[in-house]
């Protein structure tokens, strides 16, 4: 398929969805060029999705907010689009919710390939920090609210450099949103980081001790890793759901992220469904290159998980290695303090000191252990999920395409009974009903091209952001083995002298 | 027998954990058993026992029995008697300042030592299992790495020998402090225990000499028995004094003792500590060079 046709099977597409309001009427697809605004489908335009497609909002139920809310206003940015306006590419590909001007798909799509070579050019500036939690309210209606600050010279933000507040929920509705948008077309968007019933109910009743403080400081840690992988990916630093994320003062509450709000419970039970869902899917798999991958991810999952649970061993043995450390330090004060002979029992006392600046040493050497090497590998399982959702949707469209080939047929199958039986009236509808699902097995395979298309990329980039994010965090990690060690040597550098002395 | 261990790569690593292991627990077993020797050797009485010199220079084996069961049970009764009696008799204020003062000071240092050992102790176990689990982690990551032979397995691999390797530094950090700095806590919590005991008899002595005295000026009073009277309390007055002598003697040897052997642990500890921190440094800094080159 050479670049044009692509782009106009694509362009084919888009306009065929936004004409696709109902199953009852069809219209074969052509190239309009009337200018599709949001309003041309009237204020409150129907959702753009596949038809067939009751079951599909409920598969795909995670989003909480439907085009027919008025919540949905604020959301749709009121900014003119510049000419090239990077929007585009969500559309041309369909998300379930955008619908927004769309002026010269041409250059839109030159600029969507632009921008992504920029990525891969490194030229990609953006940069995220989460800081600053805070507590606001009381009691259990208290929540955190962390400042993201944004510095960037990309032109599609307003300004250089903002930050915001955002709380915990926040987060999970941008990550909602986004994964309901992109993930069933292929795109592998980063999960956020996970809830915590006990952690949170903690900091809401007041406890300010050290495991509260530590628990605030890791999910600090993990939402600006969260976002810092968002921001890295092209097409989601396009989206504009991410945009407001990161640039309006004020945001509309994600209620329904809530884990037992009514679309919570329903997210739960469309879990249990999916998982039902895959192990009847048979799929044909005509590309070796999936199953292959398949495997690789499935291996890769297993292996991570068992060297996060060895580094979550070592984490927990350091900690107690410095508990120790810190008592034996004590313990050696008091027997340097009894001891009668004063050049040993000053010696005992200088002991006492380097073991005690050791177990400082090892609890720092702890906070590495966790924030720069167990954390990576919990945020890559976590990313290796997502990835296997991804293949999951896959099969899904995959099966829809073959359902649609089954239906056709019996349409024909209809049709060619009429024929027979000599009725006129119901052969016009039967011939319609399968041109009708004539387009939807197009539809179907064009779907399941381009969803496999994306993933081989996604997972290209997913595989080079990896090797990336390994390497850097691992080298991180030797670095401060390294500065633990050159701490050990002056340390006892210091007190060999000390010892030699005792006379 | 360190060579061949370093030679063999091939072996799983369970059994080349257990070699290293039984080394450690070897070279233990052979120190304290060095330190033993030589304080019977130095010491002037026990030296002359002919038992140690049989020990020395039979050159066959000696067939040595384990206390049966009769003489276990006697020296429970004894720890019994003794622990109680203990009680007693250092309620007694000694005449001596110099016996008064060693027995304040070996009471607290006992405990002290007694603390700072069990606590010793729980550190260079938890400096193990940090050991045991970078074994764990190089096993995994060696997992990783022999996925296929991209630049990122290869650079895996690099990183699980790295492990492989600053593990076996870290459990013979691990072993050294047992043996330099537990090993030498828990003989001087015995050692502190022996002298206490060393008091104790000494003590028990003293009650007996003070006993005897009131015992002859009864018996002086009634005037019976008084010949008698005076050999016990003389018998007593000469136990009292030998071991008086002989206990202050041990007392200043057990200070000189401890002194040197502090000394000698300490600096030791502090060499080892040093050799293997710079060891690790040198393997890190080295491994870090060959990954970040590649990068």
């Known amino acids: 398929m050479t670049h044009g046709n692509w782009f106009s099977a694509n362009y084919f597409t888009f306009f065929f969805f936004l004409k696709q309001s109902s199953p009852s009427s069809p219209e074969p697809a052509s190239l309009p060029a009337e200018d599709l605004s949001t309003n041309s489908n009237g204020p409150k335009p129907a959702e753009i999705m596949l038809d067939d497609d009751r079951e599909d909002l409920f598969a795909e139920a995670t989003e909480e907010v439907s085009l027919d809310s008025p919540e949905r206003d604020p959301i749709l940015s009121p900014e003119p689009t510049p000419a090239i306006t990077p929007i585009t590419p969500t559309t041309l590909v369909a998300p379930r919710m955008e619908s927004k001007s769309v002026t010269a798909p041409v250059i839109f799509d030159r600029s969507r390939e632009e921008i992504e070579e920029e990525a891969n050019g490194d030229l990609f500036d953006i940069e995220i920090n989460v800081s600053d939690p805070e507590k606001v309210g009381d009691g259990m209606n208290a929540y955190m609210a962390y400042r993201v600050t944004t510095k960037t010279s990309l032109s599609m933000f307003h ?29 592998i968007v980063p999960p956020a980081p996970e809830k915590s019933i006990v952690g949170m109910t903690k900091v809401k009743v007041g406890k300010e001790d050290s495991s509260s403080t530590e628990f605030v400081e890791k999910r600090r840690a993990a939402l600006e890793r969260y976002l810092q992988r968002t921001v890295k990916h092209p097409t989601l630093l396009q989206d504009p759901d991410l945009r407001q994320f990161l640039e309006s003062s004020e945001l509309p509450r994600a209620v329904n992220t809530q884990a037992l709000s009514g679309a919570g419970i329903l997210r739960m039970v469309n879990k249990a469904a999916d998982a039902v869902n895959k192990m009847t899917i048979k799929m044909n798999e005509s590309d070796a290159w999936f199953e292959e991958k398949q495997q690789q991810f499935e291996n890769l999952d297993q292996q991570l998980r068992k060297l996060h649970a060895s580094v979550e061993a070592l984490v927990c043995h350091r900690k107690e290695l410095s508990a120790n450390t810190a008592a034996f330090a004590k313990s050696a004060a008091m027997l340097g303090n009894s001891e009668d002979h004063t050049a040993l029992s000053r010696a005992l006392s200088q002991l006492a000191e380097v073991e005690e600046k050791i177990d400082q040493l090892h609890q720092e050497q702890a906070f590495a252990d966790f924030y720069v090497f167990s954390e990576l590998l919990g945020d890559y399982i976590r990313l290796i999920a997502a990835v296997k959702g991804v293949f999951d949707h896959r099969m899904k469209c995959w099966q829809k395409w073959q359902d649609a080939q089954v239906t056709l047929q019996k349409k024909r199958e209809a049709e060619a009974k009429l024929q027979l039986a000599n009725k006129p009236d119901k052969l016009q509808q039967a011939k319609d009903e399968i041109k009708e699902w004539e387009t939807k097995v197009q539809q179907g395979e064009k779907d399941f091209e381009q969803i496999s298309k994306t993933i081989r990329k996604e997972v290209g980039r997913f595989e080079k952001e990896r090797v990336k994010d390994f390497k850097t965090v691992i080298i991180e990690y030797l670095e401060s083995l390294v500065q633990t060690q050159q701490q ?16 | ?32 058993h060095e330190v033993f020797l030589c304080r019977v050797a130095a010491h002037p009485i026990l030296r002359k026992d002919l038992n140690f010199h049989v020990f020395l220079e039979y050159n066959q084996d000696l067939s040595v029995r384990g206390k049966n069961k009769k003489e276990k049970l ?67 990551l060696y997992a990783l790495g022999t996925q296929d032979s991209t630049d990122i397995c290869k650079f895996f691999l690099k990183v699980s020998e790295l492990f492989d390797k600053t593990r076996k530094i870290e459990a013979r950090v691990s072993a050294d402090e047992d043996l330099k700095l537990s090993d030498l806590l828990k003989y001087y919590l015995r050692e502190s225990q022996a002298a206490k005991d060393l008091l104790y008899r000494r003590s028990r002595s003293l009650v007996d000499y003070e006993n005897a005295n009131k015992a002859l000026d009864k018996a002086r009073a009634k005037n019976k028995d008084v010949l008698q009277a005076e050999t016990t309390q003389q018998i007593c007055c000469q136990k009292f004094e030998k071991i008086s002598e002989s206990a202050k003697q041990e007392l200043i040897d057990f200070k000189t003792r401890r002194v040197a052997a502090f000394r000698k642990n300490l600096v030791e500890l502090a060499e080892l500590e040093l050799k293997h921190a710079k060891g690790n440094l040198q393997l890190l800094q080295s491994c870090l060079a060959v990954l970040n080159g590649d990068t």
């Not at chain 2, 008697?81 to 070996?106: N, P, Q």
């Open chain 1, 159 to 187: 300004k250089n450099e903002f930050s915001v507040k955002r709380r915990f929920s926040d987060f999970l509705g941008l990550h909602s949103k986004l994964a309901t948008k992109y993930m069933h077309i292929g795109y």
């Open chain 1, 488 to 503: 050990l040597i002056k340390y006892w550098e210091a007190f060999l002298p000390e010892a030699k002395a005792i006379a």
């Open chain 2, 1 to 32: 027998m360190t060579t061949t261990f370093t030679e063999i790569k091939h072996l799983p690593t369970l059994a080349l954990l257990v070699c290293c292991e039984y080394l450690a627990i070897f070279k233990k077993t052979v120190a304290m």
């Open chain 2, 74 to 140: 006697e020296d429970f009764f004894k720890n019994m008697v003794k622990s109680a009696d203990g009680v007693i008799v250092s309620g007694v204020k000694d005449v001596d300042d110099f016996f008064e003062h060693e027995r304040t000071f070996l009471v607290e240092y006992h405990n002290r030592v007694k603390d700072a050992s069990a606590k010793s102790d729980k550190m260079t176990r938890s400096h193990k299992n940090v050991a045991d689990d970078y074994n764990r982690i190089g096993s995994s």
